[in-house]
Structures are given as structure tokens and as C-alpha cells.
């Protein structure tokens, strides 16, 4: 007898109202190893999306009744995201970008071309994300073909104990993805620490990463566990590392090659094992060739680099993002919002998204909270995207701007004299040069 094989078969729904174009993808899909769903109208394929998931959809885009177009949006509204490839026997190249913008997989012209939909289908099975299978990543809410590669690279290395640094824009998701390289790891059930390493002074962020012993300093009443103990067995996630003080890169480097800390203030050492991940805007080369980044540290953190696009150049997770935002949001507040009028869709895709992600979840926020309709206008997301454009700077991106400033009128005041300067500062003369350097100073220029 043949043993029959467990693995299980890639499902897919239909929807056509010409019958016999469904029987004829059914047979041809069915024999290619899917297991296939036929309906001949939208609103039969909703019904069949409440109770069951597929891992495509393969819709006509113009039907009696509701459209295919439609139908993908209240399919995305029921929490369903899988991927969808619409078909058409009047295709134009306006409807093609606009259902790929709008978060559509792929759009095929009838006649259907066999290996077309060989292809697209096959694309769609890879990037659909079941959550039973895919929980490491839920919160990586991305249809884009780039995104996806990241993921599969971050899945990979996740197996491993080796450091990644994450790149990319500020607001692109980077926390994000390191907390799911974690929750993909061997580490999983051990803790994922974070630690923003420009969003404190020098001191308090040694003490913070490395603990302190009692009486270490004025303030240390009582002995402090850091955060590299905090993460043992787990997981360390140094957000904009190039913004760490040299002096305590030297001191991280130091307790990664040995696996061992000193608390400040103690003579013990202890044995830590954190897998770390690490993150930053900057470019870290650079910042090795004008002195700010140590090249060890560097090499050392740089095992895989993982580099997030920003949001502009993924513009088709966009709708996608706006959708999810916008019902996590109304669910949280408890409003009633059921979606975007087609305009403000529009708008939203169109826009440059300095802010990337952290920006989108902005706009969605404030256009939740201000609207009287069930429909967001585009009135108000031009009002959202207005007013986050003025963006509040993060503290890291505060930081620079202080220092600039601060250098600027220290050089002023002292006619470029960097020998008086750095005696004012309280730093010495090699390091105000270093912080000249970065900031594209020169004394001459002062004097």
C-alpha cells in the first residue's frame, strides 16, 4: 500500500463568476499540488475567509456585485492578510498600479499564462505567513519583496549565537526586528533587553550596562544588577550603538571577548552569555575613519548586517500598515473606524515618510482620534501628515544638535583658540579635535 504523504499542501482560493474558468484553474492548480477553493462571487469568498485561512488568493478583479479589488480590502478589515493576485480580461497598466499599491501581490491578464501563475502563486506561498508557523514575526506587519528577504535572513541567523547589527533609517522598525531575531532564536525564553545607548549621560550608562557595587558613587545606596546581567541566557538589544562614548566601547568589546563583567566600583567579575544585537542610523564607517567608533568593536558587533529599507522605498506595505494601524488603534480606543476613503489612501501612499513606520503610526493615531466618521478624509491625514512633519527631534538626535551648537559658540567665544576651548569644555584638546572632526569644524575659520 502507498504510504500517503503528511506534508501539507499549499491552499488556494478562487473567485471567478465564469464557471468554467474555475475548473479549469482547479484542475490545472490541483495537479501542480495545491489544495484548491472555488467560489464564484466576492462575497461567498469573505464568507469562506471567516472560517478558513489560504495561503493566496487568485481573484477576478471585475464581478457581478462586489469587486476583486473590494473584496481584498474587507478581507484585510477581517484581520486576513494573505496574499492576493487579481485577474482581468480588460487589464491597463492604471489598474495594475493602483491594486499594487494598494498591497495587491500580482495582477495577471486573461488569458491566464500558465508559467505567469506558476510564478506569482509560487512568490505568494513564500511570503504568506501563517501565525501559527510564523509567531516570531508577528508584529512585522510587510507584503514587500525586500522586507521579506530581511526576514528570511533574520530567521537564519537567529539560529545562531552571532551578533548582528541592524541598519536603517530612525522610525524603520529596527527594535522591532531585533525582538523577532530573538523570539526566532534557541534564546526565546530567556529575556530580550533593550537599552538605548544615546539617550543617556556617559556615567549612567555604564552603570546601566554593566551594574554598580554599593557606595560605587554619591546616589549608590544599594548594589545595582545592569542590564547585561538583567539579559543572561537572553537576548541584549544596544539601539543606536554609534552613539556609545569610546571610552565605554573599549569596556563592551572588553566583556564580549571575555564573557565576563565588573560591576563599576567592584572587583568581582561575572560571567554573562547574551547573544547581542545591536542598531544604529549611522554610518559606523565613517564614524571608524573620523575616531568616534572603535574598528574592533565594530568587526565585532558586524558579524551579519541586516539593512531595513526605509518606508518610501517599501511603499506597497504601506496600505497594508495603514489598515492594520488604524484597527489596532480604533479596537484600543474603542472608536469606530472602519477604513480610509480612497483620497486619503492615496495621500498616505504618496507621502515621503522622513519619520518611516514611527511616523505612520503618528498619522493613523491622530486621524483615529480626531475623526467624526467611520472614514478617515484625506482632509485629515494632510492635517496628520502636516503636523507630524514638524517632528519633535528624538533624544539622540537632540544630542547632536546640542553639541554642534555648544562647539560652535565655545569656538566663537574663544576666537578658535582649541587649546581655551577645550579648557572651558572640560575636555581635552584631542577630543575637542575628535568632536570638531565630526562636526565639520574649523578653528581657522574662528579666528
Not at 529575556?191 to 543617556?200: D, E, L, R, S, Y
Not at 554599593?214 to 541584549?236: I, P, R, V, W, Y
Not at 558587533?301 to 494601524?325: F, G, K, S, W
Request: glycine share 6%.
Amino acid at each position: 500500500m502507498k504510504k500517503q504523504s503528511t506534508e501539507k499542501k499549499p491552499r488556494i482560493l478562487i473567485v471567478d463568476d465564469d464557471p468554467s474558468l474555475l475548473r479549469l484553474l482547479t484542475i490545472r492548480l490541483t495537479s501542480e499540488g495545491y489544495d484548491v477553493t472555488s467560489v464564484e462571487t466576492a462575497e461567498h469568498a469573505l464568507s469562506t475567509l471567516k472560517t478558513n485561512d489560504f495561503d493566496a488568493i487568485l481573484s477576478d478583479l471585475r464581478m457581478p456585485g462586489m469587486d476583486g479589488l473590494t473584496m481584498f480590502k474587507r478581507a484585510l478589515e477581517l484581520g486576513k492578510n494573505t496574499p492576493v493576485v487579481l485577474m482581468t480580461a480588460h487589464g491597463t497598466i492604471e489598474d495594475a498600479i493602483s491594486a499594487t499599491k494598494q498591497g495587491v501581490m500580482g495582477f495577471l491578464t486573461k488569458p491566464i499564462d500558465p508559467k505567469e501563475l506558476r510564478d506569482i502563486l509560487l512568490k505568494c506561498v513564500q511570503n504568506s505567513v501563517p501565525e501559527h508557523k510564523q509567531d516570531w514575526q508577528s508584529d512585522i506587519i510587510t507584503r514587500s519583496p525586500a522586507m521579506q528577504t530581511i526576514l528570511q535572513q533574520a530567521y537564519r541567523v537567529a539560529q545562531s549565537d552571532v551578533s548582528v547589527l541592524i541598519t536603517g533609517a530612525s522610525g524603520a522598525g529596527k527594535e522591532l526586528l531585533a525582538n523577532a531575531i530573538h523570539k526566532a532564536s534557541p534564546r526565546c525564553d530567556k529575556p530580550f533587553v533593550p537599552i538605548n545607548c544615546g539617550a543617556m549621560p556617559e556615567s549612567l550608562l555604564e552603570s546601566e550596562l554593566f551594574g554598580h557595587a554599593k557606595g560605587a558613587f554619591t546616589g549608590a545606596m544599594h548594589e545595582h544588577k545592569g542590564l547585561l546581567q538583567s539579559a543572561n541566557g537572553g537576548t541584549l538589544f544596544l539601539d543606536e550603538i554609534g552613539d556609545m562614548p569610546t571610552t565605554l566601547q573599549v569596556k563592551l568589546l572588553r566583556a564580549l571577548q571575555e564573557k565576563t563583567i565588573r560591576p563599576v566600583g567592584s572587583t568581582t567579575q561575572i560571567e554573562v552569555d547574551v547573544r547581542i544585537i545591536s542598531a544604529t542610523h549611522r554610518n559606523l564607517v565613517k564614524e571608524m575613519e573620523d575616531g568616534n567608533f572603535r574598528e574592533d568593536l565594530y568587526y565585532r558587533l558586524n558579524v551579519v548586517n541586516l539593512a531595513i529599507p526605509n518606508l518610501q522605498e517599501r511603499a506597497e506595505d504601506i496600505p497594508i500598515l495603514a489598515r492594520y494601524l488604524l484597527k489596532k488603534s480604533a479596537d484600543r480606543h474603542g472608536f469606530k473606524v472602519n477604513g480610509f476613503a480612497d483620497e486619503a489612501m492615496q495621500k498616505l501612499i504618496e507621502s515621503e515618510w522622513p519619520g518611516n513606520v514611527r511616523q505612520l503610526v503618528n498619522v493613523i493615531e491622530q486621524c483615529v482620534a480626531l475623526t467624526q466618521t467611520p472614514i478617515i478624509t484625506c482632509h485629515l491625514v494632510e492635517q496628520a501628515l502636516s503636523a507630524t512633519h514638524k517632528t519633535w527631534p528624538t533624544l539622540s538626535e537632540a544630542r547632536v544638535q546640542f553639541e554642534q551648537d555648544y562647539l560652535v559658540k565655545l569656538l566663537k567665544m574663544t576666537d578658535g583658540n582649541v587649546t581655551r576651548a577645550a579648557e572651558l569644555a572640560g575636555r581635552n584638546r584631542t577630543d575637542l579635535h575628535k568632536l570638531m572632526k565630526k562636526y565639520s569644524l574649523d578653528a581657522q575659520t574662528f579666528r
